[in-house]
């Protein structure tokens, strides 16, 4: 049987000579000898010890001052992921909203009391009001009780539709106002709008799974003024300020034709996503993804189409986008690079050829001083010789029946009859046959507007 071990307390010249550090084995030993011998008269080997801790470890940060406290109360009353895939937990994230607050006024509580300055003036008239009691009102608490309870149930926040994103209550989509004045600069006029919201989180050796709200927002004053900007912070209300007032800080401007349209048809890319995007004419409208009618409508763009190919990513097509409007060449540009007159045809104005930009130099190359594989074509010039994907169309169902047969033979005669008028306005100037020239009085009859100018012309 092992002999007891005994724990005494040492007098103070033992107790430095047991934790000495060049003291050792040797020390205990001379500390254990001069330990008295016990009543009993047998010797028991005795271990030395303090008689308060001379060693104190001290840990001078923690995670109860780093987190806050909406993170500390969800750490103790959530639930985690593997318990939510059980089904534990369902009505922990309902909050019940009560304001209890309400029916509340500063200054009276369960002991009626006048304060002046609080819940009373000060002065009335020239006489001034002093502190004293008013009788209890028994009723108080009833009524606090009642309004508390007739607030009901939580419900979900109600936007007016002007105010709503692109899926109701949702914040993508969603004004979140003009940026923050920077010094005695303002941001008058401007509306920032949020693209993309999403939670995003990363792991530390400390705190674990860190998690932070990630806004991409994009602003702009409707007048061909636009910025766009990315911004994370642990609070919703954080992530908007810091993304509006950033992209605030990184504005572009954007040219547009008549201040409706973009300059030109013109392809861009970032990365996997492609954008094809055309100019339309006044009235059209915005027939693109509603990531980019949402940039156009920052930009001031109303007229446009664009399709998108590939990869549908929000921070992918606003950097591609972006990226083709600044990279859009004006009419005289184009005019100087290819050295030719920029002729437009335009539907409304009955394809009517209109030149809109020459050289500056003046200087023209002729038929014969341009290459036969030299690209004129201005919309597969801009391109870069890229094709939209179209899909194939299939033939309506009722080509195939007889009846459409007979609708197709009795527009054969008048087909095609818009078209060869408008080509002749186009090349002749007027409407006529082969026999007109021989036979002038069997001329066709021209529109009152075109024989005006013709009288017009002749009286000059």
Known sequence: MAAPVRLVCLSLPARQLCFHPTAGLRGLAVAAVSVRKPSDGQQHPALCGASSPLVQAIRHTSFFNRLTAEQLWKGVTSVSNAGKKQGRGKGVGKKIAKDLNRGQVIGIGRENMVWPGLNAPILR????????????????EAKLIKIRDSQGKFRMLKLDPLERGWSGTKMPGRSIGAPNAIGEDSFEGFDTKVLELKVVTCMTAVFGRKRRMSIFAVT???????????????????????????????????????????????????????????????????????AIRTICEVVGIKDLHAKVEGICNVQNMTKAFFLGLINQKTHQQLANEKKLHLVEFRKEQLNFPKVVASPEDSVVRTRAEIPQEEELD????????????????YPPPYTKLYSYELYLKSLAVRRNKEKVKLDMLVHEGEVKSFYTDKYPECRPMQPKSLRQEQHQEVDA
Request: hydrophobic share 30%; net charge positive.
């Open 125 to 140: 008239g020239r006489e001034l009001i002093q502190q004293h009691q008013l009788p209890k009102d028994e009723e108080r």
């Open 378 to 393: 201005l919309t597969r010039y801009l391109m870069g010789g890229r094709v939209q994907l179209q899909r194939k169309k």
């Open 220 to 290: 702009g004053n409707g007048n061909g003024l636009a910025g766009f900007a990315l911004s994370k912070a642990t609070t919703v209300q954080d992530a908007i300020r810091k993304v509006k007032n950033r992209a605030g800080q990184k504005l572009l401007h954007i040219q547009r034709y008549n201040d409706h349209t973009v300059l030109h048809d013109f392809f861009t890319q970032y990365g996997a996503t492609k954008i094809y995007v055309k100019k339309m004419p006044e009235g059209y409208g915005l027939v693109c993804h509603r």
